[in-house]
C-alpha cells in the first residue's frame, strides 16, 4: 500500500466518523466540532485530488464561515442550563 492510499483512507475514516458524530452528538457544541471536522477532512481529500481551488473554497467558506456561524448561533442563543439555576 502506498502513502497515498494511507492517507486517503485516514482522511475517508475520519470524515466518515465525524460524520457519524455529528448525528450522534447529544451537544449541540460537540456536533459542530464534529462538523467543522468533517470539512476539514473533505477539503484534505479534495487537495489529495489535486482540486486545490475547490479545497480553498471549501476550507473559508464551510470550515470559516458555516460554522463561525452556527457556533455564533448557538452562543447568542438563549439556553436553560441544566440541573439547577444560574443568577
Known amino acids: 500500500m502506498t502513502?497515498?492510499?494511507l492517507?486517503?483512507?485516514f482522511?475517508?475514516?475520519?470524515a466518515l466518523v465525524s460524520a457519524m458524530w455529528v448525528i450522534s452528538a447529544k451537544e449541540i457544541?460537540?456536533?459542530v466540532i464534529a462538523l467543522a471536522t468533517c470539512f476539514i477532512s473533505i477539503g484534505c481529500l479534495f487537495v489529495?485530488?489535486?482540486a486545490e481551488?475547490?479545497?480553498i473554497v471549501q476550507f473559508l467558506v464551510y470550515v470559516g464561515a458555516v460554522t463561525i456561524v452556527i457556533l455564533f448561533g448557538i452562543m447568542l442563543t438563549k439556553?436553560?442550563?441544566m440541573g439547577g439555576e444560574r443568577r
Open 3 to 5: 502513502w497515498e492510499l
Open 7 to 9: 492517507v486517503f483512507l
Open 11 to 14: 482522511l475517508a475514516g475520519s
Open 29 to 31: 457544541v460537540h456536533s
Open 48 to 50: 489529495m485530488l489535486n
Open 53 to 55: 481551488f475547490v479545497a
Open 79 to 81: 439556553r436553560e442550563i
